[in-house]
């Protein structure tokens, strides 16, 4: 998926977590700025509860438990 596809820099569902690469970084929208988010798929973990890791926390999560919607801070493309 590229990031001019996102309204806003938004990501509005889980199937389009899933669809961004690794490397890529979210922020939650809760109003909490710990609620950040890095895609890394390749983490020996990641296999087992899914690919995004929050700050703060050494378990990660699957898309579906990131609280949508979530802005889009980090794409890999715009380095």
Same mark, same amino acid.
Do not use: C, N
């Given at each position: 998926m590229s990031t001019d596809?996102?309204?806003g820099g938004f990501?509005?569902?889980a199937s389009e977590l899933?669809? #961004?690469p690794e490397g890529s970084v979210v922020l939650a929208d809760t109003g909490?700025?710990?609620c950040v988010y890095a895609?890394? *798929?390749?983490?020996?973990?990641?296999? #087992?509860y899914?690919?995004?890791y929050q700050?703060?926390?050494?378990?990660?999560c699957d898309s579906d438990e990131i609280e949508l *919607?979530?802005?889009l801070i980090w794409h890999p493309e715009w380095s």
């Open positions: 596809q996102l309204p990501v509005i569902d899933d669809a #961004l909490d700025i710990g895609k890394w *798929p390749e983490h020996h973990l990641a296999s #087992l899914g690919p995004w700050t703060g926390y050494e378990v990660p *919607p979530a802005r």
